[in-house]
Structures are given as C-alpha cells and as structure tokens.
C-alpha cells in the first residue's frame, strides 16, 4: 500500500477531505496520524524482518571495528580463508575476552569477538581476537534498526517503508484512529479505535498461527500485581 492509498483511505472513512487534493492542512494532519500509526506498527514487526547482512575490511593489526550505522545487533561473523568460512565464536563477557584473547598473544586468524557496544560515533563495535594477521573481508548478519523518517507528501506514490504489506491494514486503520483524536470526532473515535485494536490483534494472531514455525511455548502479555 502506498502512503496516498492510505490517505484516501483514511479520508473516505472520515468523510474528510478530497482524495484528488494533497496540498491542504487535512492531508498534513492525516499523514502526521499515519506515522504516528507507523511507529505503532513498527513494533509488531517480527524481528526477522529486519535481518540484513554486511562486510567489514579487516586491518593486519587492528583488533576494534565499527559496524554499519544500522547495526541494531549483530548476529554472527564469519570470513572466508583458503576456501574454508570461518565463523567467530561470541564471547558474551569482556572479562572473560581478555582473559581467552591476551593482548600479548601473537597476531593469528580471529576466532572468537566481543560486542563493544557503541562507539563514541554512535556506531555498534567489535572487538576480534586474536588480532589479525593478514587483511580480510567480514562477512555478518545483523538485525537493523528501523527508519523511523516521518512520510511526507514527497513520498506519496512509494510504498509505505520498513512495514511488511500484510500490516498495511493496521497503518492506514491506525491512521484513521490518531486523526479522529485530532479533529475531536467522538463516534469516529470510538468506531476507528475498535478497528485499530483488532487489526493489531489480527497480526499479532497471525503471527501465533504461523504453521512454518517449529512448535513452541509462547508467554503472553505478563503484569506484575502488588497484593
């Protein structure tokens, strides 16, 4: 679904505004609705979604590298020497890493890293060990941060980003929702907020109901209560 399907949605449910018009403040107000919606939705997206892969060059002697900007977690390293991949085994403390890796150890192939967590530059790091010997490319897999931009009139005709096309339903419906709190419509408030509620549900049942997946207990939604 593009930004202005979802618009003219909204604007024919609302019986506001002119689907043929994309200039007037009515529009603004139900695109600023639709990201607030977006940002919701956002968070029901599965995390395999978000799954992307990268390279980093190895330095001979350099043992602390920055990772893409959009690096929310890595998620394994591997590199290729003499046609064998070789896969860095994670060490979870950093203790523990200085103690398996010394920094007096001779320079050798990688075979274990760190997660140094943010740089000064706001980038995810690694620490490898032992330091390289020789100059490589680094493979990895990592989940990526969401785009969280605000959509614009700009943007109209283009899908709406980083949401899988089966939870454009929640969008344009959340959407619906956020603009009927902005124009104080009572009755519109109340019909769009059941609409949005389930199709929230819908995805979170679908996602439960996924057959591809291997059987397995899933909690719900947990509170903590004072007695």
């Known amino acids: 679904m593009t930004l202005q399907q979802a618009i003219d949605r909204i604007k ?28 919701d939705i956002l968070l029901e997206v599965p995390r395999a979604w978000l799954r992307k892969t990268g390279t980093k060059s190895i330095v001979q002697g350099t043992a602390t590298y920055a990772l893409a900007s959009d690096v929310q977690e890595p998620l394994f390293f591997w590199y290729t020497i003499n046609n064998a991949d070789k896969f860095l085994i994670k060490v979870d403390n950093e203790e523990d890493f200085r103690k398996l890796i010394s920094s007096n150890a001779s320079q050798n192939n990688p075979t274990h890293y760190f997660d140094a967590g943010i740089d000064s530059s706001g980038y995810r790091q690694i620490i490898v060990g032992p330091v390289p010997l020789t100059a490589f490319t680094l493979n990895y897999t990592y989940y990526k941060i969401f785009d969280t931009d605000e959509l614009t009139t700009s943007g109209l ?17 959340g959407g619906l929702y956020y603009f009927a709190k902005s ?45």
């Open 12 to 39: 024919l449910y609302a019986h506001h505004g002119d689907t043929t018009v994309t200039s007037d403040a009515i529009t603004d107000t139900i695109i600023r609705a639709i990201n607030d919606a977006r940002r």
């Open 157 to 173: 005709a283009a899908d709406i980003p980083e949401i899988p096309s089966h939870m454009h339903n929640a969008v344009w419906k």
């Open 183 to 227: 124009i104080d419509d009572a009755m519109l408030l109340q019909t769009s907020q059941a609409d949005y509620v389930m199709a929230i549900q819908q995805i979170r049942q679908s996602e439960d109901k996924n057959s591809d997946h291997k059987a397995a207990f899933k909690f719900g939604d947990m509170q903590v209560r004072k007695y």
